[in-house]
């Protein structure tokens, strides 16, 4: 099936349907809700019903423009699409994160969209799908990154709550807005910890509790009481927290927290290297039980790591899709 890779896109012109494309179109899905593939005033829209609620949230519509048609896609069920079956399968990224897989003229295309392999805080575990082609993202395709486990994770992240407790600090997590946030929240809350969530991340929360994640006893952020509780911030706020002269102690939650120079970078005291995207193991991972006969990386370290897979005896390439739209340091 022929693909072609633009900076705003992936387009399948054979079935007349775009991934995750940036600008208004006639038809794509969208594998996820965050803001770089969730956007776009389209005509049609295919996605799991969370990324469709998200992307919802997300649009802006100019006066007069008739609403996007949404085309639900449960995890597991297939549609029949101009002369293809779609099949949407967990990506594990975030709340309902999807990979999708193509059948068309006896071929079997799977595009992963942002995804990990090991299971998420909260979130649907995935699992490598077998097809003929594969467009993979690589956010950390280089072998430097290795990423924690769910259950070394969750334990690094009390465990950092209690120890600043002890010590009569106020632990401050930093999450991004939608995934990362809500996890860290599900975990202190499911722990018992008291937990004050930053309004852009407590927004989304009504999301995941419709989908069965429970957060028992978060309360909206308010800086004149954070005694006594952890603090779960966006990265800006992060660093205003750090200057607020309390006695704040500040955990990193990000893959980019696996890199050395990470504590410089972040200025956080506590580094906890885990992510919504898979590490560089999880991608071999992936790329080999996939059994595809050709793979196209497509966001972050790219061009390194379809050379990887080269050296390896994967076919595999790095397409060019004009200026990168991946902006790598956006989320990890
Ligand atoms: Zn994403």
Redesign the pocket.
Known sequence: MQVEFHENGIYLPAIRLWLDNTNPCETTWIS?G?S??ARGCHTQVIGTPATLRIYRMRLWLPDGQPEPQTQPLEFRDSLLFNGATLTAFPAS??LG?AQLLIEYAGERLVYTG?IKLRPPLAGDTTQPIPCDHLIIESTFGLPIFKLLERGEAIQRITNFARECFAAGDTPAFIGYPL?RGQEIVHVLCQAGIPTSVHGAIAKFIPVYEDHGYQFPGWQPYDAKATANKALVVVPAHGSALEASGKNVRVAYVSGWAALDNARNRSGAQELIPYS?HADFDELLTMVEKSGARHIDVVHGYTAPFAHILRTKGFSAAAPQRGSDRSNIEA?G
């Open positions: 996820h965050h770089d593939h990224h975030i994160a942002d995934g919504d989320e």
